[in-house]
């Protein structure tokens, strides 16, 4: 229903879940066109508030649910995602739809070519429903789209559609891309599952974000074994970054591995969090440390060190996204006539003149603090922080994505897990680990949903 407001509530929340389900297309009992009449029925419902999509080919999407449904009947799936809705977003490029990008330059564009994610998929019989919106060239400028659970407020950015339409119950799994917080915080907006991978863990070729290089292709889904176990398939398929080795880990979601000790971050973000949001999360923490040994900053020395250090990184980052922002992005600008968002003038000015060797500067100063991450294994493997600095804000905001920014410029993985509500709205929390780790990454962050989970169950 077109509800302005729905009361966020972690126990009671219930996402659209498809390998959990797709045994009932083995059985006959269910069939993947069934799957997607009932994802298109709730888009009917929830879209005309949520306005998660740019574009739509429904037809396209029957069709490709039919064949999948076939498939079933006759005992042959192509893979783990045969059959499986998805949501694209529209930084990436599809063969039978535009992509935009959000962005008056590219209004009508269409490539009609699948990017590497787009073509894994289909390739393993995913049924690719619909562009999902996103701000301009995943870097600024507000899409209309709104929270799924509180229409005055914004569903994040920039992987906004996709986070919406999953939260929303549209979608069990779309795609998003990072450089900052762009899906990590509008994971955590929305409630969903996020995952931001490994850098260079994914292909994302065919995405047209002028973001920087560490900038990476990811997933957010209605559960843990519907994000990762597509992300394998995405990684099995067409590998990841040219020069990367791709995703590492076993094609089904890693069981449920309780860390030997889990360390709390509070990065440059804390500074900037609500009072209401540090209680839930420093609560939240507690009742995690009853169970294992959670230490944070005033516990280890080596703790306080890496903090200092995370304190930085907007030194370190702002520099790189600049010199790297600066192609194509200067010339989108000189095509005048205001082409390009304001907003990513802005971020281009300051860095128009930044000369290669302080480029170099902020690269050595990056290495420098992921040798220090790399180092802080001996510590913990595993690293809990927010997602969000406070509940989704208002109006055409799409909200401050500094706790992204660690896994972001450091390259290691991160995942959200929809656990928390402040004011009854969506609250993450961010589980981190180190480079390549992503797959018992997934086996941490299992047994800390079904920690949590128990707990709920138990109060």
């Known amino acids: 229903m077109n509800t302005a407001r729905i009361a966020y509530d972690p126990a009671e929340s219930r996402l659209l879940e498809f390998r959990a389900h797709s045994h009932a297309f083995v059985d006959g009992a269910d069939d993947p066109r069934n799957y997607l009449e009932r994802c298109l029925a709730k888009i009917s419902e929830r879209e005309p508030a949520v306005k998660a999509f740019v574009c739509m080919n429904v037809e396209g999407a029957r069709n490709a649910a039919d064949a999948a449904a076939a498939r079933y009947r006759a005992g042959r799936p192509l893979s783990p995602v045969d059959g499986m809705p998805f949501g694209v977003k529209d930084i990436f490029e599809t063969a039978d739809m535009p992509t935009q990008m959000n962005s008056?330059?590219?209004?009508?564009?269409?490539?009609?070519?699948?990017?590497?994610?787009?073509?894994?998929?289909?390739?393993?019989?995913?049924?690719?429903?619909?562009?999902?919106?996103?701000?301009?060239?995943?870097?600024?400028?507000?899409?209309?789209?709104?929270?799924?659970?509180?229409?005055?407020r914004t569903a994040g950015g920039s992987s906004s559609g996709s986070c919406a339409a999953v939260g929303a119950c549209m979608l069990p799994v779309a795609s998003g891309n990072q450089g900052r917080g762009s899906i990590v915080r509008p994971a955590g907006y929305c409630a969903v599952y996020?995952?931001?991978?490994?850098?260079?863990?994914?292909?994302?070729?065919?995405?047209?974000?002028?973001?920087?290089?560490?900038?990476?292709?990811?997933?957010?889904?209605?559960?843990?074994?519907?994000?990762?176990?597509?992300?394998?398939?995405?990684?099995?398929?067409?590998?990841?970054?040219?020069?990367?080795?791709?995703?590492?880990?076993?094609?089904?979601?890693?069981?449920?591995?309780?860390?030997?000790?889990?360390?709390?971050?509070?990065?440059?973000?804390?500074?900037v969090t609500d009072e209401e949001s540090k209680t839930a999360f420093e609560c939240f923490a507690t009742e995690l440390g009853r169970e294992l040994p959670v230490l944070g900053r005033s516990e280890d020395p080596r703790i306080e060190e890496l903090e200092q250090a995370l304190v930085r990184i907007p030194e370190i980052m702002f520099p790189i996204l600049g010199y790297e922002m600066r192609w194509p992005g200067l010339f989108y600008r000189e095509l005048g006539n205001n082409l390009l968002n304001a907003e990513?003038?802005?971020?281009?000015?300051?860095?128009?003149?930044?000369?290669?060797?302080?480029?170099?500067?902020?690269?050595?100063?990056?290495?420098?603090?992921?040798?220090?991450?790399?180092?802080?294994?001996?510590?913990?493997?595993v690293c809990i922080a927010p997602v969000q600095p406070g509940p989704p804000p208002e109006g055409a905001n799409v909200g401050d994505p500094v706790y992204g920014d660690v896994t972001s410029l450091i390259g290691s993985p991160a995942v959200v897990l929809p656990l928390l509500a402040v004011g009854g709205l969506p609250f993450g929390v961010q589980v981190m680990g180190q480079p390549h780790e992503d797959h018992r990454l997934f086996g941490w962050a299992h047994w800390i949903a079904d920690w949590a989970l128990h707990r709920r169950h138990s109060l």
């Open 104 to 152: 008056p330059i590219y209004k009508g564009w269409h490539s009609h070519r699948d990017a590497a994610h787009v073509y894994a998929l289909r390739r393993g019989g995913a049924v690719i429903v619909g562009k999902t919106t996103t701000t301009e060239f995943a870097i600024a400028g507000a899409p209309p789209t709104r929270n799924p659970f509180d229409s005055t």
């Open 194 to 271: 996020g995952f931001k991978p490994t850098q260079g863990a994914l292909n994302s070729g065919g995405g047209h974000a002028f973001m920087p290089a560490h900038t990476v292709l990811g997933l957010v889904g209605g559960s843990l074994r519907d994000v990762w176990e597509t992300a394998h398939w995405i990684a099995a398929t067409v590998g990841g970054e040219r020069g990367y080795p791709g995703l590492f880990g076993e094609a089904t979601l890693a069981a449920a591995e309780k860390p030997r000790c889990v360390v709390k971050l509070q990065t440059a973000g804390w500074a």
């Open 344 to 381: 990513i003038v802005g971020h281009l000015l300051p860095y128009e003149n930044m000369t290669l060797d302080q480029y170099r500067e902020a690269l050595r100063r990056r290495d420098e603090l992921r040798t220090l991450f790399a180092k802080f294994r001996a510590v913990s493997a």
